[in-house]
């Protein structure tokens, strides 16, 4: 009989494989990723576009060609598109970020053409109607006023433009000053430039008859070319604290960045790991510190942001305003600890088996697979990307980490922003 009052044996692994993606050309050259599996009869269909804020020529103008997509075509309006996926029992799901432009279809594997015709009309076929524009205008800015009052929001804004100023794409906000002069025939314009290439990723349980069909719909795209860049120049940046008080808060929300390396940076391993050390999950120096030592915060975490064109590091808790000084005093001290005091074994074990097991768990359906190796493909990495930080992850040492701290994780490196 099965004893219940002892936990199951626990067995190790680092072996990280991923679904083999198979390969298929269009006619004009557009690159389709099949991730196949699963015993459900669904398919997810992704449509990855090179039209991100950072090609912007208008602010603004990504967001809203890509919310508008589905808001009406030369023959539907946008109550009977929606209605239509409906009665397809498919989704549609359209991301705008700062480098690339998703748009994902999920379906019944039954409806599928049907949905994939919708889908083809919207890319081809949409007219940006004025009276839409200028309804998500208006919510996009009541949205921006209720976030103004949050000083979460306020501080991440800021922080961003501390890193990489207030006219770069990544540390732009879009503002009222942009968003009400956009016009229908500029959002038209970028729609018309930088949605006619793209990477497409087909992951489930795709029939044969299916992938046929998938190619033929997206015959009319081109190849989306993800040129590979070189790697970021590391250096340090000057280091200095900004406190912006907002009347009648009691707490204040507080976040240090600073850029970092890249994905295809020789350390970017190591300073992933050595970041979840510090704040990347529940166990991790920061919490203990922080939340249960001090209890200066429900919670705080540490975070890699690895972009397209640049990356950079974010710590973030929210605390008391009375505890604002001397949060950013212990984060200072955990930062100094990390390149001055060895981890110990246990710690860094802890550490590596959660890091892994997280990573491992991530994959458990088809799904999961294509958005690892869309990252793969987006960013130019190895196809053995995964399992090759595993395995740097199982070798690396207390030594090794401590000289990525003396590198990288420098506490007089850090910018410093406060709001509240």
Known sequence: ????????????????????????????????????????????????????????????????????????????????????????????????????????????????????????????????????????????????????EKTSFQASLLIRKNIFGETHPYGKELEEAEVNPLQQQQVAAHFNSF??????????????????????????????????????????????????????????????????????????????????????????RLMKNIREEKGLSYGISSSLHALKHDSYLMIGADVNRENMTLTFEEIGKELKRLRTEPIDAEELETARNHFTGSLQSEITTSFAHADKIKTILLYNLPAGHYQNMIRRIDAITADDLLHTAATYFKEDSFIEVAVG
């Not at 790697?231 to 008080?245: C, G, K, L, M, N």
């Not at 009347?247 to 600073?258: A, D, H, L, P």
């Open 1 to 148: 009989m099965l004893d219940r009052t002892l936990a199951p044996p626990f067995n190790r692994t680092t072996d990280f494989e991923l679904l083999h993606p198979e390969k298929v050309t269009t006619a004009s050259g557009a690159e389709i990723y099949f991730v196949l599996g699963g015993s459900q009869d669904v398919s997810k269909v992704e449509l990855i576009f090179p039209a991100g804020r950072w090609v912007e020529k208008v602010w603004g103008a990504s967001y809203f060609s890509s919310q508008l997509l589905n808001k009406g075509t030369q023959h539907k309006g946008s109550y009977e598109i929606a209605q239509r996926f409906d009665s397809l029992g498919a989704h549609l799901e359209v991301h705008s970020a700062l480098d690339f432009v998703s748009v994902s279809l999920y379906s019944l594997n039954k409806n599928l053409e049907a949905g994939l015709r919708l889908l083809l009309e919207l890319l081809t076929e949409s007219i940006f109607p004025e009276k839409e524009l200028e309804q998500l205008k208006s919510i996009y800015l009541q949205n921006l006023k209720v976030n103004r």
């Open 195 to 284: 949605f006619k290439t793209c990477t497409i990723l087909v992951s489930g349980k795709v029939t044969d008859a299916n992938q046929r069909l998938i190619t033929n719909v997206f015959a009319p795209f081109a190849f989306h070319a993800l040129q590979k860049k070189e790697s970021t120049v590391f250096t340090e940046a000057r280091s200095y604290r900004q406190v912006v008080e907002k009347e009648g808060s009691v707490q204040s929300t507080i976040r240090m960045g600073k850029r970092f390396i890249d994905r295809a940076h020789a350390d970017y391993v190591d300073t992933v790991f050595l970041n979840h050390i510090l704040g990347g999950y529940f166990g991790s």
